[in-house]
């Protein structure tokens, strides 16, 4: 099954800042809400963030609104992560998807790892 393919994950001390991107293909893409997850360690994969498939509207989870963004380019079948303010309890693996997490098989994720 496709898969996408995120990237731009890395180590950054807290407060920091990381740009993910969403590399995805085009007829899921286009048509759907597009979501980033993401999964720390020994917990479950959560939603933390989506946006419309006209990139209109977009929703974040309590714990990284005003700090995250989720933008899109369907032009380039890709979906970004701005990422400031970082703390280490965003430390995971983040993962894209449509919003219902069932539009893709899920990818490698990319690695994201905030010191303290």
């Known amino acids: 099954q496709v898969q996408p393919v995120e990237s731009g994950g890395g180590l950054v001390q807290s407060g920091g800042s990381l740009r993910l991107s969403c590399a995805a293909s085009?007829?899921?893409?286009?048509?759907?809400?597009m979501g980033w997850y993401r999964q720390a360690p020994g917990k479950q994969r959560e939603l933390v963030a989506t946006?419309?498939?006209?990139?209109?509207?977009?929703n974040y989870a309590d714990s990284v609104k005003g700090r995250f963004t989720v933008s899109r380019d369907n032009a380039k079948n890709t979906m970004y992560l701005q990422m400031n303010s970082l703390k280490p309890e965003d430390t995971g693996v983040y993962y894209c998807n449509t919003g219902r997490g069932t539009g893709y098989s899920w990818g490698q994720g990319t690695q994201v790892t905030v010191s303290s």
């Open positions: 085009g007829s899921i893409f286009r048509f759907n809400v």
């Open positions: 946006i419309s498939s006209g990139g209109i509207t977009t």
